[in-house]
Every structure is written in structure tokens, then in C-alpha cells.
Nanobody, 123 residues
Framework: QVQLVESGGGLVQAGGSLRLSCAASGRAFSSANMAWFRQAPGKERMFVAAINWSSDYTEYADSVKGRFTVSRDNAKNTMYLQMNSLKPEDTAVYYC????????????????WGQGTQVTVSS
């Protein structure tokens, strides 16, 4: 069992930065592939970034590549999403997720989800 809690969201101007955190409870965190998704109002939940259990591999959506960086600290049971050069179109609720085979990390069928944190980027 893994419980996930996101934090770090907020209101920021375009061009600014935020760092999201996803704190996990449960022993399974250090062996779980993790991901960030986001959902804007009226839209489907979309893949943002993923990191494998050992931090050897990462993947990014094309829309955030070069601006966002995913990382994790297994000693702290925490995953991070550093978001730079934010744009108004990045406005969404951001969710972290755990427990998906690496070949399927871009798809939303994860075992565990957090409750989400709102990110709002003003123009």
C-alpha cells in the first residue's frame, strides 16, 4: 500500500518556477516507478513526466520537455517536479502516481494516486 500527498502548488506568473513534491508512505515507494500527471478544467488527465524506481530513466511529455525536471529521493520517500519557464497552458491540477510498469508509464492506469495540487500560471 502506498499513500501519496502532493504539495508545492500555487499561483505564479508566466516565466516563473515552482517545485512540486510528492511525499509517499509505505515501503513500496523505493521500488515503484512514479509519474506526474495533470488535468486542466474540462480536459482529460494527461501525462507530464515519469521516473523509474532507481532514477536511471525519465520520460517527459513533449509539451514540458526542457522546462520540467522530475527527480526522486528514495531516502526521503519523495518525488519532485521542478517546473521552470511556466506558461499559462501549464495551469492544471497536478497529480502524482505510483505503481506502473515502465513500458506503460505514460498511461493513467496507476495503482496509487495523490489528491492533487493546483498550479495556476497567470499571463
Amino acid at each position: 500500500q502506498v499513500q501519496l500527498v502532493e504539495s508545492g502548488g500555487g499561483l505564479v506568473q508566466a516565466g516563473g518556477s515552482l517545485r512540486l513534491s510528492c511525499a509517499a508512505s509505505g515501503r513500496a515507494f523505493s521500488s515503484a516507478n512514479m509519474a506526474w500527471f495533470r488535468q486542466a478544467p474540462g480536459k482529460e488527465r494527461m501525462f507530464v513526466a515519469a521516473i523509474n524506481w532507481s532514477s536511471d530513466y525519465t520520460e517527459y511529455a513533449d509539451s514540458v520537455k526542457g522546462r520540467f525536471t522530475v527527480s526522486r529521493d528514495n531516502a526521503k520517500n519523495t518525488m519532485y517536479l521542478q517546473m521552470n519557464s511556466l506558461k499559462p497552458e501549464d495551469t492544471a491540477v497536478y497529480y502524482c502516481a505510483a505503481g506502473r510498469p515502465w513500458t506503460l508509464v505514460r498511461t493513467p492506469g496507476y495503482d496509487y494516486w495523490g489528491q492533487g495540487t493546483q498550479v495556476t500560471v497567470s499571463s
